[in-house]
């Protein structure tokens, strides 16, 4: 079983950026694929972005590709959003999420899930 934790969130201003982060622990993380998730107050939760369990492959909605990047560190158990150029159409809570090897961009295809982190961006 793997437990996620996203930290990294907070507010900043438009044009800013941000980098979360979603530490993970158990020994079978780097089999696991890792999503982004995203949901705003009053709207339903929404794929962001995933990087699959080898890192050679990425999604990304349309609504952040070019500004978001997602990586990961194995070694360390961690997969990293980098977000620039920030809207305020991009706060919400983020939550990553786990499922064994290939990406999805569905949320019923991931296993686990982490609490989340407030990403508040101010105009």
């Known amino acids: 079983q793997v437990q996620l934790v996203e930290s990294g969130g907070g507010l900043v201003q438009a044009g800013g950026s941000l980098r979360l982060s979603c530490a993970a622990s158990g020994h079978i993380f780097s089999t696991y694929a890792v999503g982004w998730f995203r949901q705003a107050p009053g709207k339903e939760r929404v794929f962001v972005a995933a990087?699959?369990?080898?890192?050679?492959?990425?999604k990304y909605a349309d609504a952040v590709k070019g500004r978001f990047t997602i990586s990961r560190d194995n070694a360390k158990s961690t997969v990293y959003l980098q977000m620039n150029s920030l809207k305020p159409e991009d706060s919400a809570v983020y939550y990553c999420?786990?499922?064994?090897?290939?990406?999805?961009?569905?949320?019923?295809?991931?296993?686990?899930w982490g609490r989340g982190t407030q990403v508040t961006v101010s105009s």
């Open positions: 999420a786990g499922r064994l090897l290939e990406v999805a961009h569905e949320s019923g295809e991931y296993r686990n």
């Open positions: 990087i699959n369990w080898i890192g050679s492959d990425t």
